[in-house]
T-cell receptor
């Protein structure tokens, strides 16, 4: 089965600093999703990447999928306290198991004002 | 727009008692529905998914069951709760095709005492 490994497990940054979270798969990714979760709440969908080399941005968050489609990174520019939370990557379990996702263990981000 | 409702938000139940968590989706037809469980500091584990009324697939053997009595209603149940059933339960929906993100409810924090 597909395993997703996220790093780092936790991250503490000063407000205004940039940061990167990585998500690595043991197999080719058919669809890679990034979600954000505030403690005790549901996950909010951020972005989806499908194609090798693809890059998407939303406000100050940029996600990339490498050419081999086995690693994705999430980059936050000029972090703010509102960026704090748990970031999880998720991926479809193969190209025939549509909608069933496997997830990384998450990266907990703390932004110090 | 689509919305997903999940309740209750928190629940404390004694060992051996029954369980019923409910989830409803509005604004879409024939969604795929999912129940995930999230352990502290870990990613999400898929418990059940459904592609239509009365169609339930179980991902892991356990003390829980799921039902889908209506197109946009998904219920997680147990006849007798175990201590190990404690956790954060999340309902989600998707369109079901490849590269279709999950949309989550706000979760239920279940504590079995």
């Amino acid at each position: 089965s597909q395993e997703l490994e996220q790093s780092p497990q936790s991250l503490i940054v000063q407000e205004g600093k940039n940061l990167t979270i990585n998500c690595t798969s043991s197999k080719t990714l058919y669809g890679l999703y990034w979600y954000k979760q505030k403690y005790g709440e549901g996950l909010i969908f951020l972005m989806m990447l499908q194609k090798g080399g693809e890059e998407k941005s939303h406000e100050k968050i940029t996600a990339k999928l490498d050419e081999k489609k086995q690693q994705s990174s999430l980059h936050i520019t000029a972090s703010q306290p509102s960026h704090a939370g748990i970031y999880l990557c998720g991926a479809d379990k193969g190209n025939t198991n549509a909608g069933k996702s496997t997830f990384g263990d998450g990266t907990t981000l703390t932004v110090k004002p | 727009s689509q919305t997903i409702h999940q309740w209750p938000a928190t629940l404390v139940q004694p060992v051996g008692s029954p369980l019923s968590l409910e989830c409803t989706v509005e604004g879409t037809s024939n969604p795929n529905l999912y129940w995930y469980r999230q352990a502290a500091g870990r990613g999400l584990q898929l418990l059940f998914y459904s592609v239509g009324i009365g169609q339930i697939s179980s991902e892991v053997p356990q003390n829980l069951s799921a039902s889908r009595p209506q197109d946009r209603q998904f219920i997680l149940s147990s006849k007798k709760l175990l201590l190990s059933d404690s956790g954060f339960y999340l309902c989600a929906w998707s369109m079901g095709h490849l590269n279709s993100p999950l949309h989550f409810g706000n979760g239920t924090r279940l504590t079995v005492t």
